[in-house]
């Protein structure tokens, strides 16, 4: 019996790979992962949550940037995450851009399936980047929302929170805690 060795993939061929494909995708450790169909309260809350940074950021008036999902995060040589939603700051990326460089806020809303990877793997592999400072787990069965935020001494520290207002310093926005739950 012979065994097939599978090569890891790296971004820029998954990258290359996945144009085209139907559905959304994540490589890790090399290897492409088809997402799962999203239910319909997940997109509500996705939704809710992309929208309440937009208006945050335009609020605050500040030189920052919202992507929903379809935008990769790459992480290293062979792991590109694509969260639900996310915040880079400065100039706007080219239309055609796949990535974003240095997000500065990132958010997952969490689905059965993906709950502990995004708990546990996704919070280290996101801080592994200077640029992120926070990092937003929302759940759609609703509050609390989890934030995780690095502190100028590069410790993360996580706060759990169920109403009220959320600061994201950097890069200078503030939104309320129920607004990531409706989309209207």
């Not at 997402?35 to 008036?61: C, D, N, S, W, Y």
């Not at 640029?131 to 929302?138: D, F, G, K, Q, T």
Request: net charge negative.
């Amino acid at each position: 019996m012979s065994t097939q060795t599978l090569r890891k993939m790296t971004v820029d061929e998954f990258l290359a790979w996945a144009e085209g494909r139907e559905g959304r995708w994540e490589l890790y450790n090399g290897v492409p992962y088809k997402m799962a169909p999203e239910r319909t309260r997940h997109f509500e809350v996705k939704f809710a949550v992309q929208l309440a940074l937009l208006r945050a950021i335009r609020k605050a008036g500040v030189p920052c940037h919202m992507l929903g999902d379809d935008t990769g995060v790459r992480i290293s040589r062979h792991v590109m995450y694509e969260p639900d939603a996310l915040v880079y700051c400065g100039p706007k990326l080219p239309g055609d851009a796949l990535e974003v460089p240095d997000p500065v806020v990132v958010v997952e809303a969490l689905s059965p399936s993906t709950r502990k990877f995004d708990e546990t793997v996704k919070l280290n592999d996101y801080f592994s980047l200077p640029s992120v400072h926070h990092y937003l787990i929302v759940d759609p069965e609703g509050p609390p929302v989890i934030h995780h935020r690095r502190r100028p001494d590069g410790t993360i520290l996580r706060t759990v929170l169920h109403e009220g207002n959320l600061t994201l310093a950097p890069p200078g926005i503030e939104l309320g805690v129920l607004e990531l739950f409706a989309a209207g």
